[in-house]
């Protein structure tokens, strides 16, 4: 089986300030991880893996430190990695970024099945998946929480908030992979003594490498979102302090309210 | 003969205290007529929240003048009996009193009620870049609480306990006077330390009303590794060697499988990796990363080629929450498995650790009790856990003694410690007093009479 999950580098930490004149995120001097979610697909396709054999491989977009996530995969046990990196992918939205993706992919050659994310925590939009099946015209679904093959197809069990649904999708497809769904395995230090800085794994595919040659489809060119805009969210420190009456169910009813349970 | 509370000290005590912040008999929660370990249950007659040290002084007072016991709680974390009200008589519980009243940034010291939780302090210093190292698996315990059991925790490898952040305290006397012991400063030669004296007190000798605390700046990396192995021997056997490579450390702890499998059961939540018998967690912090690396390679290494299976990285917050997250409620994971457990907290030399952590397994199998452990290998005290997994309640009396003997007496001969962070409280009494023998235990009883002439403080506990 031929796996490849999408993966991305994000800011280190949760709290990310926002640079007030020209609105684009600070992400200088803050410490860059893999972006959490990607994390449970990659622990779902080792685990394909694990099961049936094959090859697992990661690909990501973005600048040259994104290859240290891709490292950091394979030290979790990935076979290789794409860094698709170019200065005309620069300034992506959504669009531009899935059409760059499947570009890349299909530079690869043949894949059964893409484990992606469910959003990532800089960007959040959620899309990039879904539309990545679209520009791949594969068969995709989303809020995956768990995987298996069965015959030619895979079986998938996927969280559609008010029910469960387990279903079988024909290969090559591409699934998004819910949050929490399983503990991901640690970066090994054996593998990263082993591969190093993992030059032989890693391939840089850059906008030569791509079929599709047309600037307009790539980067800020390729991008018809208009950001406005981008602001921290206010930080809520409201309290509410409930003195009266049954607590329990009171604060039952305020969980349940804001759907926590 | 203590005086029983009766309608007019009831009255008493709301004239000082508003009537909302007082609960007698009936009204108190069963949740303070016990801890979480110490195996035994008595109600307080009066629970009275308060709010500051002038409140806390008028109780005191009046308790002194009429003979009725006081005992100080602070969340009732403890796992000796030590916060229970043996005696009945009133409880001053100060979680109420949960302020932080100061951060002074240029002698970083921060300056807080007794009743603020570790989380609490830990979380506001380290928005400010400051650090209060120590670091009790209990995040929920009250600083006071801290302070008066000496916690220890997983940093102390590197930073020490409780006590090496204690600068001041401000303390209400058992007859109800209000002194202050140390302050903001570092060095103090000034008469005897009594401060120190008080620290790991378990409120026998005065009640902690206001701490200045000692802050580091915040290391600017940490990273964790876990290391596995095939056996808990192969595990142990390495820490020793850690410890001689003169690694800069911030902890060693070491767990066995069937507690990360316990405490997965517990949390509901998978452990990265169970794939072994054995594993060692490390934490290296610092404020260059390169540092880092460079120690973490070294003893990453120097495990491997003694029996580590791998290191893996515990390096973003979200690793870090799914090993630490169990480290941290390995407890009562272990408190879950089982009907009922007692706990033995010793501290050994550090290069006793292996031999003493084989030694709980020879007295597992000798007596024939199932005895989990954990803790923190890197400064010698264990965390050894005799579970009872229902035998019959004789049976296991019989057992559970012999296994403590066993131990202590094994701890005394490594030259150990009964207790290295949790106390000696009520439940472990008999075994400091076997240890330290009468002459130490006279001198204890001397300096409490001292204190506290009319033993209305926190009575039965400790010596
Ligand atoms: C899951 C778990 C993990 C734990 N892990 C650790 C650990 O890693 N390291 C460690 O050292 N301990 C640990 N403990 C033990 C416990 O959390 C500590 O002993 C803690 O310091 C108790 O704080 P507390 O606020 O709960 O105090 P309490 O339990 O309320 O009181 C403890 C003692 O302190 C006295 N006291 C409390 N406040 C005051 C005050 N203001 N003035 C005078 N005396 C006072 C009480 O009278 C009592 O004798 C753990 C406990 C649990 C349940």
Redesign the pocket.
């Known amino acids: 089986m031929n796996i490849i999950v999408c993966i991305k580098q994000v800011p280190g930490t949760t709290n990310v300030n926002v640079d007030p004149v020209t609105g684009t995120l600070i992400r200088d001097g803050v410490a860059a991880k893999m972006n959490p979610y990607d994390l449970y697909a990659l622990e779902l396709g080792f685990k394909l893996k694990d099961k049936h054999g094959g090859t697992l491989n990661v690909v990501s977009m973005g600048p040259n430190s994104a290859l240290e996530v891709i490292r950091e995969a394979i030290y979790m046990g990935a076979d290789g990695g794409v860094l698709i990196s170019d200065r005309k992918f620069g300034g992506a939205d959504v669009l531009a970024t899935s059409y760059t993706l499947c570009s890349g992919i299909l530079a690869l050659g043949d894949f059964d099945v893409i484990l992606c994310g469910k959003q990532t925590t800089d960007g959040d939009t959620a899309q990039v998946g879904s539309e990545l099946a679209e520009h791949l015209k594969v068969p995709h679904a989303a809020n995956v929480r768990d995987v298996d093959v069965d015959g030619d197809r895979i079986k998938y069990v996927s969280n559609l908030d008010n029910k469960i649904v387990t279903a079988k999708i024909k290969t090559p497809c591409l699934l998004c992979v819910d949050g929490e769904v399983n503990t991901p395995r640690l970066p090994s230090f054996k593998r990263k003594l082993q591969y190093g800085d993992c030059a032989e794994q890693i391939r840089i595919i850059t906008f030569d490498d791509l079929q599709d040659k047309d600037e307009t489809h790539y980067g800020l060119k390729g991008s018809p979102t208009q950001v406005e805009r981008i602001f921290n969210p206010d930080k809520k420190s409201e309290k509410e302090i409930i003195k009266d009456g049954n607590l329990a169910s009171e604060m039952y009813k305020i969980l349940r309210d804001r759907k926590f349970v | 003969m203590y005086k029983k509370v009766d309608n007019k000290d009831i009255e008493y005590l709301r004239s000082v205290i508003p009537a909302n912040r007082i609960l007698v008999h009936d009204e108190i929660s069963d949740d303070y007529a016990h801890?979480?370990l110490g195996g035994i249950e008595v109600k307080p007659e009066v629970l009275i929240y308060v709010r500051s040290t002038e409140e806390v002084s008028k109780v005191m007072k009046y308790a002194y003048e009429n003979e009725i016991p006081v005992?100080?709680?602070?969340?009732?974390?403890?796992?000796v009996g030590?916060?229970v009200a043996l005696e009945g008589g009133i409880m001053i519980c100060?979680k109420q009193m949960n302020h932080i009243l100061e951060v002074d940034e240029t002698n970083l010291t921060v300056t807080v009620e007794?009743g603020v939780l570790l989380m609490e302090l830990q979380a506001y210093v380290e928005e400010r870049d400051l650090f209060y190292p120590p670091d009790?698996?209990?995040k929920s315990?009250?600083i006071?609480?801290?302070i008066?059991?000496n916690?220890?925790?997983?940093r102390a490898v590197k930073y020490g306990v409780t006590r090496d952040y204690v600068r001041g305290l401000t303390v209400v006397m058992p007859n109800g006077e209000i002194e202050h012991f140390g302050g903001k400063v570092v060095k103090n030669s000034s008469g005897y330390d009594i401060k120190d004296l008080i620290i790991g007190s378990?409120?026998t000798l005065c009640?902690?009303?206001e701490a200045i605390l000692k802050l580091v700046p915040k290391p600017a990396y940490s990273v964790s590794m876990l290391l596995p192995f095939m056996t808990m021997e192969k595990a142990i056997e390495v820490v020793p060697e850690i410890i001689r490579s003169k690694a800069s450390l911030t902890a060693i702890e070491y767990m066995s499988l069937d507690t990360i499998i316990s405490a997965e059961q517990f949390l509901g939540k998978k452990f990265p990796d169970t794939n072994y018998e054995a594993y060692i967690l490390l934490t290296f912090d610092g404020n260059s990363m390169n540092e880092i690396q460079d120690e973490y390679t070294k003893v990453a290494n120097l495990c491997i080629e003694k029996g580590a299976i791998d290191g893996y990285f515990v390096d973003t917050d979200e690793r870090k929450k799914s090993v630490w997250n169990a480290r941290g409620a390995f407890?009562?994971a272990i408190k879950a498995s089982t009907d009922l457990m007692d706990e033995c907290d010793v501290v050994v030399p550090k290069g006793k650790v292996a031999d003493f952590i084989k030694y709980t397994h020879e007295v597992g199998k000798e007596v024939g009790l199932r005895i989990p452990s954990f803790g923190h290998a890197g400064d010698g005290n264990l965390h050894i856990y005799l579970c009872k997994d229902s035998m019959a309640e004789e049976i296991w009396k019989q057992k559970a003694d012999k296994a403590f003997e066993l131990l202590y007496t094994k701890a005394r001969e490594f030259g150990g410690m009964v207790s290295g962070?949790?106390?000696i409280?009520y439940a472990k009494k008999p075994y400091l007093a076997r240890q330290v023998g009468e002459n130490q235990i006279e001198l204890m009883r001397s300096i409490k009479k001292v204190f506290d002439p009319k033993n209305i403080l926190?009575p039965g506990?400790v010596c």
């Open positions: 801890d979480e005992v100080a709680r602070g969340s009732g974390t403890d796992l030590a916060a100060t007794p009790p698996g209990e315990a009250t006071g609480g801290n008066s059991t916690a220890g925790g997983m378990e409120g009640i902690i009303t407890l009562e962070e949790h106390g409280g926190n506990k």
